[in-house]
């Protein structure tokens, strides 16, 4: 857009759907964007109006967000958890990529990228509730080293998780970050010392969500995705210098912050991911079904013809039934894992688990809870049958993820409260071989009056 004359032009993008995500413009002023649904980055050049896509090695990296550093290094974020890493093109035209951990979890989805006045790399790390920093000076390809993730505190309980998305840094060495589902926004000093300050976001349900800038004023701008808002926090009696190394002054904006913690070290990872075959983050229009999920595949079984389904708010919803109702996503898999995380409004004969090797209605294998224990079952030819139960108190209203996995004939499964880590090992495992492949999803068990909610889901082949 021309602001001048208020005119726009508009440029395709070379590769079809590519989903153009996050943008920067390098100091060369060519207009650099990540290409979420193709596995690409792009450049385009104004001057020229030629464009340069370049497609990372990584496969099904989901790119979103971008970032130029100092020296006119393009850094980046890909999405996709069984991928999890930083992407670096350099300004000499390499492509670098860097671990964020070893065996990421399900839930650790890189999204905005920003670069602090010392030139190292902080990223928001999604549903795992922590910001990740790259000390570029102690980073090696293709490795982890120079990485610290830092845990923020989660102030809701009864938010369904945690989900960082936005980002910047001020002139004065504080990193921002916003939560969407917590509904609060916060700083760190990008020493990687010291405590994170939480604010509240300043409408309640606003959703504050990738939209997060600070400007040459270091005020910290962000959307309020639900709320239909612009939100300015102002920070008060904070020098304007550059900050010197190990000297980053504590911002107080004029929302009050509501904890102050400690970062944690990163906690421990769940067993390796495979290659991710469906995911869903439930991030898009209100509507009746389930429809298209987050990477383009369609949900199936009842998700698209029961008006049980819905997507309420960027949740996918269960509502108004009193029955069992699947939904599965993706192609057939053998060996196959699922991590997504849900809640139910109440555990009176109802139940929330994930389905594997599904075919039909009569015949999968399930790990769910009930309120009172975590449970292994199958279904075979219509025939119920309990493979494995382990006690596992459950809370109405309280989120809980689930990891169910099946290679060859052992299943395995863990249920922990979502933000919290997965137990180590598996709760409950059990050997069976009546199924040998199918769908995967998910299984859920509703009476009269009561809401299940799914904030994420991802299927693995092993």
Request: hydrophobic share 30%; glycine share 10%; net charge negative.
């Amino acid at each position: 857009m021309n602001p001048q004359s208020a005119t726009f032009q508009q440029f395709p993008v070379p590769t079809a759907g590519a989903g153009p995500w996050d943008i920067v413009i390098d100091h060369n002023g060519n207009i650099w964007f990540t290409e979420h649904y193709t596995n690409k980055i792009g450049k385009f050049d104004p001057s020229t109006q030629r464009f340069t896509e370049i497609s990372t090695p990584a496969s099904n990296s989901q790119p979103y967000g971008i970032v130029v550093d100092a020296s006119n290094n393009i850094w980046f974020t890909e999405n996709n958890s069984a991928v999890a890493l930083i992407g670096e093109y350099t300004s000499g035209g390499t492509l670098n990529e860097y671990k964020i951990r070893n065996n990421p979890p399900g839930g650790l989805t890189p999204h905005l990228i920003s670069v602090d006045p010392n030139g190292n790399i902080w990223w928001t790390e999604g549903w795992v509730g922590m910001v990740g920093k790259l000390n570029v000076a102690q980073a090696t390809s293709g490795t982890d080293n120079g990485v610290t993730e830092y845990a923020y505190p989660a102030t809701c309980t009864t938010c369904n998780g945690t989900h960082a998305s936005g980002i910047g840094v001020d002139s004065n060495g504080q990193v921002w970050f916003d939560d969407s589902l917590q509904g609060i926004f916060g700083s760190f000093p990008d020493t990687g010392t010291g405590s994170f300050s939480v604010y509240s976001a300043p409408t309640q349900n606003g959703h504050p969500h990738d939209g997060l800038s600070v400007d040459v004023q270091n005020r910290v701008w962000f959307t309020e995705e639900f709320a239909n808002k612009l939100a300015e926090a102002v920070q008060n009696g904070v020098p304007t210098p550059t900050p010197s190394p190990g000297v980053t002054p504590s911002p107080s904006p004029t929302l009050s912050p509501s904890t102050t913690v400690t970062p944690s070290p990163s906690p421990t990872a769940s067993p390796s991911p495979g290659t991710t075959i469906a995911q869903d983050t439930f991030q898009r229009s209100n509507q009746k079904h389930w429809g298209q999920a987050s990477d383009g595949q369609t949900w199936g079984a009842d998700a698209n013809i029961s008006n049980v389904f819905s997507i309420n708010n960027n949740i996918g919803q269960l509502s108004n039934g009193s029955s069992v109702y699947n939904a599965v996503l993706g192609s057939v898999a053998t060996d196959s894992e699922i991590i997504f995380s849900g809640s139910l409004s109440s555990f009176n004969n109802t139940n929330l688990g994930a389905i594997l090797r599904w075919t039909d209605k009569n015949n999968w294998y399930k790990a769910y809870v009930n309120g009172n224990n975590l449970v292994m079952q199958k279904k075979v030819n219509g025939t119920y049958t309990t493979l494995k139960s382990v006690p596992f108190a459950a809370t109405a209203g309280t989120s809980y993820s689930i990891d169910f996995s099946v290679v060859g004939t052992t299943l395995s499964a863990n249920a922990w409260v979502t933000g919290a880590s997965e137990p180590g090992g598996w709760m409950a495992t059990a050997t069976d071989n009546s199924l040998t492949s199918g769908y995967c999803g998910l299984r859920v068990q509703l009476q009269s009056g009561v809401v299940a909610t799914i904030t994420s889901f991802q299927a693995l082949s092993k």
